[in-house]
């Protein structure tokens, strides 16, 4: 037996409507209506004033990147793009969030009280983008093939002498022979999946076609490579990986366009073909914010010092230590500064960056006192108008090639510095490489005079790499094959010392060292400049150390949200 829903008086409300008029009861329904409309109208603002927009899956980011990929693996990146991609495909048991190190396939780590064991727990339920579990012999396969000289990897002198022993299959357990501050940031490398791996020799390791179509645990997998009709890659796409372990990226797709230089790219982003450029030149940087309303540039200081490297090996004019010095006190480096920076980042006198450095010099050229010097050492300027020297083994004279990469902040610094050389009475050749060729026909060759170059620091300002001895050959990165005793002894000394006032004392020791031997003419610490869209949300870009951090938090990022109610916020 059903039942009825009446209104108290509902009857005689209606035989009262039933008696109006035709108008009265016209304008009675438009009243009705508008009383409707405005009940809707306030209950939607309440629920709006309750409502906040939170990240949502879906959309994509269309990114554009100078060069091309060589060896998207961890192992073996060297190159900018290479560390790029790797971010993205790969994961580390630790990695950097906002500058610090937090544990990502790792679920917990233990060290012990001597400094020198270091145990990891991983995850539960790991898995690489195949679908394969990742396990503790994922982490001892990628860590053995580092050690492996036949693959020269550039991480090797990293994880040099370092015992690896597997517990179980998720939990590992490294050993060093003495304590090393800074080996956590050691272990953000990318895991290979030994499942793949394991059937690449040694010998073949560098030539696998893993290393341009990458499997990792990473945010993001690879879906597919577009290639010219050469068989170039054009463009990678990438889906976001639903098993990554942190949480599913936002953002689902993930175009990166490759260019052969930035004068494409920045064509390409004006037509619309990509929407973000990372590393840009200041020049370009200024073009982009008077022209579009639709970006957004992003700065970060960079723990990274470039200046013009001498290799005495390659060219023994160097040898001389008047040369190097004169050479140093004839470049304006405000001037430098000035015209390739254009505000996006500051001179740089010392081998450290500016906020540990203890040198502020405020000084300009001095292009008199460095002549002054060479007169005092016997340089005479000859007919040509290049200075020369006379000595018992022959003549010698003021002249050698400068190196580096095609950009054009770099290519603006190289003639910013050869014609301030120029008046000093030397002559100088600038040569400009692409990325790649600088780096595998040039860098690692050690052919060159002088390299116009870029050290990136790290965040543990780690100088280990780039100036001791053992690392005068490639992968290491004493570009200026330098030699000194006790900067060996000081920079073995600040890898074992976690005591900061120590570390600065020796830092302090290190630097005048350096700059009385002047190996290499420091001239500026640039910003990263990266150019997104302003839709793009969830970035951020102050603890960039490297241009691949810039991705460190990319599944955090979005472009598309929801709606809920707070009370439903986590």
Request: aromatic share 12%; no cysteine.
């Amino acid at each position: 037996m059903g039942s009825e829903f009446h209104i108290k008086g509902g009857e005689r409300i209606l035989a009262k409507i039933k008696s109006f008029s035709a108008t009265v009861k016209f304008i009675f329904g438009i009243f009705v209506l508008v009383i409707i409309i405005s009940a809707i109208s306030l209950a939607l603002r309440v629920n709006d004033s309750f409502l906040i927009p939170i990240p949502a899956h879906g959309g994509e980011i269309r990114e554009g990147i100078v060069g091309l990929p060589r060896s998207i693996n961890p192992v073996l990146a060297f190159t900018d793009i290479d560390k790029d991609l790797s971010e993205l495909v790969y994961s580390g048991l630790m990695k950097y969030n906002d500058g610090k190190l937090i544990p990502d396939l790792a679920k917990k780590y233990t060290i012990s009280e001597n400094g020198l064991i270091y145990t990891f727990t991983l995850k539960d339920d790991l898995r690489f983008h195949d679908g394969i579990p990742l396990t503790a012999d994922d982490i001892e396969y990628t860590i053995q093939k580092i050690q492996d000289s036949t693959v020269n990897s550039p991480r090797r002198v990293d994880w040099t002498n370092i015992l690896i022993k597997k517990i179980s299959p998720t939990e590992i357990q490294f050993t060093l022979k003495q304590p090393y501050t800074p080996f956590l940031s050691n272990t953000t490398l990318g895991i290979l999946p030994k499942h793949i791996w394991s059937k690449v020799s040694s010998d073949q390791f560098v030539y696998s076609s893993y290393n341009i179509e990458p499997i990792g645990s990473g945010p993001y997998k690879l879906d597919s490579i577009k290639r010219d009709k050469g068989g170039i890659p054009e463009y990678y796409i990438f889906s976001s990986f639903g098993r990554y372990h942190k949480k599913e990226a936002y953002i689902s797709t993930l175009y990166t366009y490759f260019y052969p230089n930035e004068k494409s790219a920045v064509e390409a982003f004006a037509n619309n073909i990509i929407q973000s450029i990372g590393g840009i030149s200041p020049i370009e940087a200024e073009k982009i914010a008077s022209t579009t309303s639709s970006s957004v540039i992003l700065k970060s200081s960079l723990p990274r010092i470039f200046g013009v490297f001498f290799n005495q090996n390659h060219a023994p004019i160097f040898a001389n230590a008047e040369v190097r010095k004169a050479l140093d006190m004839a470049v304006d480096k405000d001037l430098v500064v000035q015209k390739v920076l254009l505000g996006y980042g500051t001179r740089n006198d010392s081998p450290l960056p500016k906020n540990i450095s203890s040198i502020d010099k405020k000084d300009k050229s001095d292009i008199e006192g460095a002549k002054a010097l060479l007169k005092k050492a016997g340089w005479e300027l000859g007919e040509n108008g290049v200075l020369q020297k006379k000595d018992t083994k022959g003549t010698q004279t003021l002249e050698f090639g400068i190196s580096t990469a095609e950009a054009p902040d770099l290519k603006l610094a190289a003639e910013i510095v050869k014609e301030e050389w120029e008046k000093l009475g030397a002559k100088v050749t600038i040569k400009i490489f692409e990325y790649g060729d600088l780096y595998q026909n040039i860098i690692a060759t050690r052919r060159y005079d002088a390299l116009l170059f870029g050290e990136f620091i790290g965040k543990d300002i780690d100088l280990y790499a780039f100036w001791h001895s053992s690392q005068r050959n490639a992968p290491g990165l004493n570009v200026s094959l330098y030699v000194n005793s006790k900067v060996d002894k000081i920079l073995e000394d600040i890898r074992t010392t976690s005591n900061n006032k120590n570390k600065g004392e020796k830092y302090k020791d290190f630097e005048k060292i350096i700059g009385d031997d002047v190996p290499a003419v420091f001239l500026y610490s640039p910003q990263y400049i990266y150019v997104v869209p302003k839709t793009l949300k969830g970035i951020e870009a102050e603890n960039i150390a490297v241009p691949s951090d810039r991705f460190s938090r990319i599944n955090t990022w979005y472009v598309t949200t929801d709606s809920v109610w707070k009370i439903f916020v986590n």
